[in-house]
């Protein structure tokens, strides 16, 4: 490891690159026409020169060949208060994820020298500079990238997981029983929805004390466990942030109740017009009703974005913000890797209290508190609302930095039917960083609709609309659905395309988001009115007894099937019912059947995640080559590796798709060989594509209905017109 001078690495730049603006404060083309590079500093500067980020505070750029890159990187300020600054490096070289130091300016500790870097994420404070040598993807998975780009993330609402005390409702300890199963999949990280205390109106995301354990799952000791756990096993946990509310029990809020002066403005409070006759606006909650409440304790109104039980917390008043980050050190502290923060688009209301339009859709028959109705100009996607994402963002990195921690993860969650306003939540640049999850419903929607507009056009529209709209800077990510929309077995025309889906999911670029179950095709289960008393979800309700069936979230919450053993598919022992009744399908979807089967939805599910380990999956190249009615087919490339996917997005029993992939990728060879190495289960062994380890000629490929498939082609990148840019 040697140590250099900050001009000196300006020299490793071609001189008639360098502009005076790019190394001002660092030094001047004068300085440097009369410097010489330093001996043992020639060997980066080889091959081409290419500039990476340049702002007023900093200069750097790449130095590369097809071996070899380098990327220099040198703090402009001279400040010594300047703050430590965060800069995203990745994709602006292709295929390079992270990197070394091996030269620096000035001292760095050990650990940073030995750690590798992620190009996501390079730290760099006042006066530094370095110089990065880049790994190369392909060289090893683990190498390859930071966890959250690479490793799924395996979605666990915990209650619903596994009980272990036999009281029907799920907990840590029992969590801890199925974490062999959950890397079994693959899954090397999770998130846990709520688990704090609370009354549970919104299965806890309704939080009564922000720093504990519900007694319900466990202990804040049985949470160390878990985590310590989890790390021993190389597997990461991130936990559910609800900044916007607490639950109406917490002691903020019944201190703000008594007018206690701390507390009085950490909530949002109005008085009603008309000398206090009517509601403050006409604004309408996420969850089906009106956004005030009054309280005749304070003769005003509180807000609430969603349940009246809900009040929404004051983001214009320094001392929350104050109290989110004592709270999110105490879960950092405890050794979490990351957060999903909730309802991000909902923390702030434009405080000129101004009526909201009604939408161009809505209908006179919707209920007075549909929360569609309306546009929300003043209550949701707010300019502020992005501001508190990147302050979290830097209040990470601050902490990583200072604890000598590893890169803290970031998601959001923001429904927002104009994907700009979800892409916002990403970072403004390669500078402001912000969400590095800004999580994409785009498939979500695209199950909302009618089964005869499920096809492969409809499909293409959401997948180009996500990759149209997102940043150069970001990094992508799909979901197939949450603990907030049907599950995805039970939305598709029929759940053999379950595969297919999979595939998408998995082996498209991007971090893959993954529901529990839904690795084994899990269904809904529906809820009836007539069994009021099973309702969980009582949201529901707020539309009219007649919505409820059709509004509740129970139906994709019920227990995580394991076997076909009565009584309750060893989720829960039977000593007690399980708190939300089983789906009836648990006795023919179930893991030990998929497991002990030989082929299956979790067997295939296994496959393509052992796949994705593989490159081209994790940094190489992807494009779209097809989208009709019934076909959509993408590409997965980096140099020899080169694996085309293709799914039949027609119902069982229609005649099967015939295509000359050889002509859309324009290869113009004799032929076009393929290798099958993943297909879906519905696909015979004697079908005409075979079984895995089958060649197949890409000039006529034949799928049947509902097939999906993953080929291996027998040519390599550089042979492919297709795969040129
Ligand atoms: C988010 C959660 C949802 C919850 C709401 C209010 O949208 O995903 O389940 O009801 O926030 O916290
Ligand atoms: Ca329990």
Redesign the pocket.
Known sequence: MSSISRELLCLLAPLESLRSSDIKGITSIEELKKAKLDDHLTQYCIGEYKPAIITDNLFSFFRFTDKQAYLIIIDKQSDSNSELRRYNFYGLLDTYGKGKIVASCTTLSTDKIKKSINLTNVIITQGQAFILELCQFHTDYDESQDWWMRDPIYEIILSSYQDSNNDGIGDIQGLRQRLDYIQSLGMKTIWL?PIYPSPWK??G??ISNFCDIDSRFGSLDDFRELIKDLHSRHMRIIIDF?P??TANTHPWFQAALRNDPNYIDYYIWHEGKNNGKDLPTNWVG??GQHMWTYSPERKMYYLH??LDS?PDLNFRNEKVMEEMKKILRFWLDMGVDGFRA??VR?LIENDQFRDEPLSKNAKDSDPEVMYDAYEHTETADQPDSYVLVRRWRKFFDEYAYKNNRDYIFLAT?A?AQDIKKVMGHFALNREELGSDVSINFLITYYLDKEDDEKHGLALDKQLSEWHSNLPDHAWSNWCLG???SRRIATRLPQKELIDGFYMLLLLQSGTALVYYGDEIGMFDRPFKLEHREEFLDI?AFNYGDEHAEEKT?DCQRTPMQWTDQLPYAGFTSGTSKPYLPLSDAWHEVNVEQQEKATRSHLKLFQQLVKLRQQSPFYGGNQKKVISTKELYAFIRWLDTNVYLIVINMNKIGQNPVTTDFMKLLKYKDKELLGEIVARSCNVLDDSPNGKEGNQINLNKLILQSSEAIVVKLQASAHDIPFCRP
């Open positions: 929805t919104d299965y995301y309704d609800v916007n509310h996420a969850s974005q969603f809900q909730d309802a909902h969650e429904y949450s603990h907030d949201t979230r």
